[in-house]
Structure formats: C-alpha cells, structure tokens
T-cell receptor
Framework: DGGITQSPKYLFRKEGQNVTLSCEQN?????MYWYRQDPGQGLRLIYY???????QKGDIAEGYSVSREKKESFPLTVTSAQKNPTAFYLC???????????????FGNGTRLTVT | GENVEQHPSTLSVQEGDSAVIKCTYS??????FPWYKQELGKGPQLIID?????GEKKDQRIAVTLNKTAKHFSLHITETQPEDSAVYFC??????????FGKGTTLSVSS
C-alpha cells in the first residue's frame, strides 16, 4: 500500500542532543512537509519542499533543519537550539503539480518526541 | 501571511444531532480550503475540501460552505455518530504557499 511512514513512533532524547526524525513516502508525491502539533495549537508549519534539493522555511523553522536528497525522503533534524522540542511531529506529502500547494495532504502517523 | 481562526475549540453533541465548525481566514487571495479529521494517535486525514470557485460541496453527511466575501468557511456534519468523535482542522492557502491550519475543534458525540 502507498503511504507515508514516520519512524519511530516514540522518541526520547536528552536535552542538548540533536535528533533526526525519519519520513519516507512511496506515493511519488513531489511536495513534502513537516508540521509540529502541540495541544491547543493546531498544526504549525516547520519546513516544506517541492523538489529534491530545495526547501522553504515555514512559520516556526528556528531550531530545525531538513534535507531533501531523494524524492521519497524528507528527514527533519531537531537541533539543540530548539527551545521547546517536546511535541508531536507530523510529516505530509502532496502531488502538488506545478508548485501550487493546492493538493490534498497525506499525513503520516507522527512521531512523538520527548526531550528531558 | 495567512491566518486561520477556528471555532469552537470543543463541541459536544448528542448522537443524531448536527455539528457545525466555523473558520475564518485573513488572506483574500486564498483559494483552497480543506478539512481534516484526526483520530487519537494518528495523522490527520482529509475529509472534504472546497475551492474558491465553489460555494458549497457535499459528501454524504458532510458538507462545507464557503463565503469568500466574508472570508469564512464552515463544516457541517449531519446525523452525527459516535465514530465522528475526533479533532477536526480547517486549513487555507493560496497557490504557491503551504497550507495554514486552524487550531482544531474537538468534537465529542455521545450516544
């Protein structure tokens, strides 16, 4: 079945350590996205990418980094500079022909990161 | 940039009643308005979407209405069932920008 796989489902790290969240899709979608979800805050955009080797900052990119070396993969690194990294992280993809970003998003089931 | 406000934050209804969730957006250039449903521990799933050239769209018990003049759109669920209980998110964007989401509405349907 086609879909988006995020791993692991739960991740625990010590403060001061960088951590990388995995996101892989086999939908042949062009665009990929990272959102952060906190209770009562909805989904806030961290980074998004339309094509390989290109990505744009979202509303809350500070303390995060991404790469897009392959169409299928869009890993997110939470760096030690992120002040409040504990959250639920969601990866998504969309067909996004032509860079319109007006196509439905397909989400993975998320990674819950806890930093202590 | 775009800002999306969603109300109410929580909504409780009896099984069989209707539920309405409302969103307003700030950018008059926005032209795509999807709604997502998120069940506990899972990622959101698209349930219905509408584009700016349409005023209303319906899919079985779910409908969305769009008022571009007032910059608001609403989700209507009729004949609610316990399995409709979830968190619902509205979103908006214009061509060339990523979706911006509202803060979500937790819907509880009691039998």
């Amino acid at each position: 079945d086609g879909g988006i796989t995020q791993s692991p489902k739960y991740l625990f790290r010590k403060e001061g350590q960088n951590v990388t969240l995995s996101c892989e899709q086999n939908l042949n979608h062009d665009a990929m996205y990272w959102y952060r979800q906190d209770p009562g805050q909805g989904l806030r955009l961290i980074y998004y990418s339309q094509i390989v080797n290109d990505f744009q900052k979202g509303d809350i990119a500070e303390g995060y980094s991404v790469s897009r070396e392959k169409k299928e993969s869009f890993p997110l690194t939470v760096t030690s500079a992120q002040k409040n990294p504990t959250a639920f992280y969601l990866c998504a993809s969309s067909i996004d022909t032509g860079g319109s970003y007006n196509s439905p998003l397909h989400f993975g089931n998320g990674t819950r990161l806890t930093v202590t | 940039g775009e800002n999306v406000e969603q109300h109410p934050s929580t909504l409780s209804v009896q099984e069989g009643d209707s539920a309405v969730i409302k969103c307003t957006y700030s950018d008059s250039a926005s032209n795509y308005f999807p709604w997502y449903k998120q069940e506990l521990g899972k990622g959101p799933q698209l349930i219905i979407d509408i584009r700016s050239n349409v005023g209303e769209k319906k899919d079985q018990r779910i409908a969305v209405t769009l008022n571009k003049t007032a910059k608001h759109f609403s989700l209507h669920i009729t004949e609610t069932q316990p399995e409709d209980s979830a968190v619902y998110f509205c979103a908006a964007n214009q061509a060339g920008t990523a979706l911006i989401f509202g803060k979500g509405t937790t819907l509880s349907v009691s039998s």
